[in-house]
Each structure stands twice: as structure tokens, then as C-alpha cells.
């Protein structure tokens, strides 16, 4: 069996040229070991040189479903409004042609939507028109595995697709007119939970370690151990790393070489999996979103304490239902939330249905008080956008510890179900609601008549995917002409 260090790579002749990396590099190393550096000689390399370098965030490039390696959901462009609600372009698909989940990844580099819905398939789509630049099956089919699933991608800077599928491969592809040619993969770890690339390198965990492999080739150089297990990473424009472990453990490293610049224990042992870091680059900061239901802002660089918000008081411990997951009954703790940054701060959307905003000084200047959940959130010049549901009839049977979350819908709000064009959406409502950075006020809403999964700004579109409907019926990713006019 071939090792986790070993990696197959494409070469142009699509033969496959095998080499083995022996051994982890320490920590603080800057070269690679002599087995990478062996197999970085005999594969056929990726060259980065003449290409754009896209930072993403912006009508240019969405490099995550974060929009950037600092996963701080913050898109540098202005929303025109009042929105306006004609579909600019519509791809249809079908399971059979594509995926019968959701689409759950969409990204963009360059006129180019990326969309993956957890299949062995990835579709590209112009950005301006939506027409079809590939359907492509990208699973290898080394083993009799059934799933085929692979649903994370990232776009490097430089226009590289990669990818992670469910084993644990990481796959590096070539975006050319002919579709992708992939460049190399890594062998199976089922243990691998989280990736970032940015300049040479590409950056995940797996193994109790967190690794560096090459962009241009996928050898290894450097690994840093984390006994722990890591659970996510970001990086700073800067090329720092911060990964963190499901024990409440942060470590800061230098993305070239794997020093380590600092770590600090955060003692919330528990639900580590919803724990998120998001990086400031302008004030050189890191926010630490913890599972206990408070956030620490430290300094980049030294990761000295900032400043400590908690919102505990958002929701009286009675009024908490019982979690559904657990078996002691245990209150439902306000960590299931999703974040971004703005000039105006940073935006806590909570799951119960409220979100905060907290400005760079660590005081929170209002709240928004939603009737229904919010899943979801991104942050625009002059815009917050947040994601209503409203979970509707079905869904408690399925999820009892729901039920006091999911409220009757809003006043006006209309039921999709199989009466409507014969889709149905599980007794869902949904509501994209705009609000101002400044005080939380709402400044426009859209309410579609589908269910939507996944958002990505491209161009002057934002571009959504449709979520779960039933698999018999026909899918879509639709855009909208909803980013302003590029100010010069």
C-alpha cells in the first residue's frame, strides 16, 4: 500500500509517475526532506510564473466559500439596491447529469463559477452568462468505494482548482478550455479535516499534523505536529497559519517554513467542530469564535488578548430547548453560528434567529432579532446579508430538539411545496434579508421561490444554488445583477 506521503501525479503524457516522501519534516524546517525533493524533480511541476494572483473577496475572485484564506465571508464590493429580482441567467441540471444533492460549494476565479453538490463531479460555468464550460467527473475510482464525494474546493491565487474528497485525497487541478487536467493527488487519509493554499504552498491537516505541500507538485515541505488533531485552518494575507484542535488549542505558525510564533489554550474543551477563526488583515488581528458563546479578538502577530465579548445574554438559559443530540438533556448553547467582517465590525448571525454586531473595539452596536433561523451570512461594502428559513411542518418530526426554533412562518411568506411547479423543498420559506453595517437596520429583502444552498459573488452577479428539492426534479444555479458598478 502506498504510503500517505507518497503522491501520484499527472504528467503531461497523462502517465503517472509515482514517488515516495519518507519521513515528516520537523518543525521550523524551511527545505523539504530528500524524498520530496526527489519526487518534486521527476514530476512534471505546475508553473505559477505570468499568472494573475487573485486575493479573492471581491468581483474577481471567491477563493473559498469564505471568499478568502482568512475566511472572513467579506466581499469588497457595494450591493446596488433596490435589488432587482430578473434572473440574469438559469443552468438546469439533473441528478443524473450532474449531482442529486444540493449544490453545496460554489466559487470563482476570473469569470469562472466552480460548483461542486457532494458528487464525483464539478461544474464550471461563466461567470456573465452561465453557459457550460465542463461537467467533469473528477474521481479517480482507485477503489470499489461508493460514495464518489467531493465537495470542498478551493481556487488558488494563481487560477489552480484543488480539491478534498470524502477519503481524505487532495487533488490539484489545471483549469484549461479543454476542461480540468489534474496535476497531481495525494494518497487517502480519512483523517484529513482541513485545507488552505496560498502562494507555494498548500496547507491541511492530517494525522495529528498539520503539513505544507507544494503547489506546483504536491511534495511536502514542512509538517508541523499537533497531537491533538486540528479541526480547521485560515491564513493571513501575511502568510501566517492558524490551526486549532478540538481540545481548545490555537497555534499560530509561519506559512513558509512551520515555525511555530505562538499558542494559546482556550480551556473549552467540547463541541470544538464549531469553533471559527477569522482573520482581520487590515488591523492584523484574529477573532476566535468559541463554542462557550464568546469571542476573543487577539493580536496577530504576539496573540495578545485584545479585547472579549460573550452573548450569553442573548437568549435566557429557560427559554433554551433541550438538544435534540444529546443525551443529558443539555440546554442548547448558542454556538452554532456563522460570521463575517465588515468595515463596521464583525457579525455574529446565531442560529435561534439573532445576530450581533461587534465593532473593532469590542462593543457590540446592535442586534437583529429574526422570527425564523438564520443559516448563513456574508458581509458587502454597504451590506449585510443574512439567511432566513423558516424549517416549516416536517422537519420537527425528524429533529424534535428543533421544534421551539421553528416558529409559524412570517405573515406573507408562502409555502413552497409539490403544488409549486411540482418542486417540493421540505416545508421550507426562505428570506435574504439586507441590512445596514451602521446600525443593523433593514435596508431591502428578496424572497425567492426556491430553496438556496450556496451564494458566490462573480462579476457583477451574485450566483446561487439551489438546495434540496426532490431528486426527481431538475436543479438550478441562478444569477442575479446585484453587485454595483466596479468604482474606478
Known sequence: MIGRGQLLSWCAGAA?????????????????????????????KVSLEGRRDLAGGD????????GNISDNNYCREKISFPLDTERAWEYT???????????????????????????????????????????QDVYLH????????????????????TGLDDLGRIYCWEVTADGLQQQWITEA???????????????????????????????????????????????????????????????????????????????TTGRQWATRVVIDNERSRAYLILPDERVQCRDLPTSDLLWEHSWTDLLPMEDRPAHFATHNADLVPLWSVECCLSPAG???AMLHGQAININHDGERTWTYDSDVLLLGEMAFDNAILLTEWYLGLDYPQINPGWR???????????RFDAADEGRQSYGTFQRFVWLDPANGTVIDM???????????????????????????????????????????
Open 404 to 414: 421551539s426554533f421553528s416558529p409559524a412562518p412570517p405573515v406573507g411568506w408562502e
Open 93 to 135: 441540471f439533473t441528478s443524473a447529469q450532474f449531482s442529486s444533492s444540493a449544490v453545496n460549494s460554489l466559487i470563482h476565479y476570473d469569470g469562472l463559477v466552480v460548483a461542486a453538490a457532494r458528487s464525483s463531479q464539478l461544474v464550471g460555468l461563466k461567470a456573465d452568462t452561465g453557459e457550460l464550460v465542463f461537467n
Open 16 to 44: 503517472i509517475v509515482v514517488a515516495v516522501a519518507a519521513g515528516c519534516q520537523q518543525q521550523g524546517s524551511s527545505q523539504g526532506n530528500a524524498a520530496s525533493t526527489a519526487h518534486a524533480a521527476t514530476a512534471t
Open 346 to 348: 464583525l457579525t455574529l
Open 59 to 66: 468581483r474577481h475572485a471567491w477563493l473559498t466559500t469564505a
Open 446 to 488: 428578496f424572497e425567492p421561490d426556491f430553496p438556496a444552498n450556496a451564494i458566490v459573488p462573480a462579476g457583477d452577479k451574485i450566483v446561487i444554488g439551489e438546495s434540496y428539492r426532490d431528486v426527481s426534479q431538475v436543479r438550478r444555479i441562478l444569477a442575479y445583477n446585484w453587485l454595483a458598478p466596479e468604482e474606478n
Open 142 to 161: 482507485l477503489d470499489n468505494h461508493q460514495q464518489e464525494i467531493l465537495s470542498t474546493i478551493f481556487f488558488h491565487p494563481r487560477g489552480l482548482l
Open 189 to 267: 487519509d480519512p483523517s484529513t479535516r482541513a485545507m488552505i493554499t496560498q502562494g507555494p504552498g498548500l496547507y491541511a491537516g492530517w494525522g495529528n499534523m498539520m503539513h505544507s505541500l507544494a503547489i506546483a507538485d504536491g511534495s511536502e515541505l514542512w509538517s508541523y505536529p499537533n497531537l491533538s488533531g486540528d479541526n480547521g485552518v485560515v491564513m493571513s494575507d501575511s502568510g501566517l497559519l492558524i490551526t486549532w484542535t478540538q481540545y481548545g488549542e490555537f497555534y499560530c505558525l509561519d506559512g513558509s517554513d512551520g515555525r511555530l510564533l505562538w499558542s494559546v489554550f482556550t480551556d
